[in-house]
């Protein structure tokens, strides 16, 4: 079955760490994304790439970074100068310009 | 720049009836989408129905309505024939940009809804 897979589940992350989260489809989706949302709170976009080896930042993209080196992998490194990571983050793909966004399950980030 | 209001923090509705969640945004694009997602306390996003700004007719999709007003720049979701199962946070979503042009999604803040047996 087609899909999105993120891993791990939970992260626990030290003081000053850099920390990386997967996400991996085979959807053969052109547009991958990556979201952090707070509890009670909305999706606020952090990265989003249309094609690979290229990407943009989205709304909160400071103390984050991604590659796309291949097209069904979309890596998130939270960096160490993102003071306050502890967040579900969920990544998504589709197809370019449809619009219609697949999940992951999602990663919950928790600092130690 | 986009912006999706939801201006119901929590909502509740009896088992069988039919409930509206209310969504307006706000953009200069004429070419958008419009999008309602579904994330129950396990935290996947699934996707419920979808609008497109030059689409003439409401969609449907099974028991979910998009009720989409634009000149009033509306798209609010009506889930008919509630069900205990569909108690769970509701996101609206928009993405500006034609098909060759894929913009950034902007979501609401969200919307709880507790049906009740």
């Known amino acids: 079955d087609g899909g999105i897979t993120q891993s791990p589940k939970y992260l626990f992350r030290k003081e000053g760490q850099n920390v990386t989260l997967s996400c991996e489809q085979n959807?053969?989706?052109?547009?991958m994304y990556w979201y952090r949302q707070d509890p009670g709170q909305g999706l606020r976009l952090i990265y989003y790439s249309q094609i690979v080896n290229d990407f943009q930042k989205g709304d909160i993209a400071e103390g984050y970074s991604v590659s796309r080196e291949k097209k069904e992998s979309f890596p998130l490194t939270v960096t160490s100068a993102q003071k306050n990571p502890t967040a579900f983050y969920l990544c998504?793909?589709?197809?370019?310009?449809?619009?219609?966004?697949?999940f992951g399950p999602g990663t919950r980030l928790l600092v130690l | 720049a986009q912006k999706i209001t939801q201006t119901q923090p929590g909502m509740f509705v009896q088992e069988k009836e039919a409930v509206t969640l209310d969504c307006t945004y706000d953009t200069s694009d004429p070419s958008y989408g419009l999008f309602w997602y579904k994330q129950p306390s396990s935290g996947e996003m699934i996707f419920l129905i979808y609008?497109?700004?030059?689409?003439?007719q409401n969609a449907t999709e099974g028991r979910y309505s998009l009720n989409f007003q634009k000149a009033r720049k509306s798209a609010n979701l009506v889930i008919s024939a509630s069900q205990l199962g569909d108690s769970a946070m509701y996101f609206c979503a928009m993405r500006e940009g034609t098909y060759t042009n894929a913009g950034k999604s902007t979501f609401g803040d969200g919307t709880t809804l507790t049906v009740k047996p």
């Open positions: 959807l053969n989706h052109d547009a």
């Open positions: 998504a793909s589709s197809i370019s310009g449809s619009g219609t966004e697949v």
């Open positions: 609008q497109g700004s030059y689409d003439q």
